[in-house]
């Protein structure tokens, strides 16, 4: 089992729909975690960071679930620009500087 | 301000040459990263300093050097490079440098390298 598993879509959905994905990981004493969004040939950018049980950030919901080990982020009312691959992140127990990227999700959204 | 700048931006090199790739912020971050991205890939992590120290190296080729010369500056030296090595090479800070699970990292927007 892969530590970090993403499913890489594609997810096309119209303007205006609501979308989740998901994010499993494998090591129970995970950390934290982020979701990074990365556009074509461009640098991965901080999304949101995920703590404790989730947050929310106007359009955007992650939530965490350590009981069956997975994140996931939801996005309400897609936009255009909002089309990108989104990236899980996950730190595991000790070693703090290393993280483990997903292959992460590709989100088209459709006008 | 979250701000990791990478210099140049695009690099063309043949194999036999020696080129490097820059990489600054003004972040106060004690950590910084140098990553390679292939194509539909995540980022894979190559160097870590920590306090301008190599804490990490994944078992990186040689051809690949890295330097941290100051806290606020990294390099990546590139000699007898691969057209294998053709990548988007990413640069990243963050502040606690291993000391908190909460530690974020922050990336540049790459250096897309291409050897001939």
């Known amino acids: 089992r892969k530590e970090v598993e993403q499913d890489p879509g594609p997810f096309n959905v119209p303007e205006g729909a609501t979308v989740a994905f998901n994010c499993t990981y494998s090591n129970s004493a995970s950390q934290s975690f982020f979701w990074y969004r990365q556009d074509c040939r461009k640098e991965p950018k901080l999304l949101m960071s995920v703590y404790s049980s989730g947050n929310e950030d106007g359009r955007f919901t992650a939530q965490l679930n350590r009981a069956s080990q997975y994140i996931s982020l939801l996005i309400r009312d897609s936009k255009l620009s909002d089309s990108a691959t989104y990236l899980c992140?996950?730190?595991?127990?000790?070693?703090?500087?290393?993280?483990?990227f997903g292959t992460g999700t590709k989100l088209q959204v459709i006008p | 301000d979250t701000e990791v700048t990478q210099t140049p931006k695009h690099l063309v090199m043949g194999m036999t040459n020696k080129k490097s790739l820059k990489c600054e912020q003004h972040m106060g971050h004690r950590a910084m990263y140098w990553y390679k991205q292939k194509a539909k890939k995540p980022p894979e992590l190559m160097f870590v300093?920590?306090?301008?120290?190599?804490?990490i190296n994944e078992s990186v080729p040689s051809r690949f050097s890295p330097e941290c010369p100051n806290s606020s500056l990294l390099n990546l030296h590139l000699h007898a490079l691969q057209p294998e090595d053709s990548a988007l090479y990413l640069c990243a800070s963050s502040h606690h440098s291993g000391s908190t699970p909460t530690d974020t990292q922050y990336f540049g927007p790459g250096t897309r390298l291409t050897v001939l």
């Open positions: 300093y920590s306090y301008e120290k190599l804490s």
């Open positions: 992140v996950v730190r595991p127990s000790g070693g703090y500087q290393k993280v483990t």
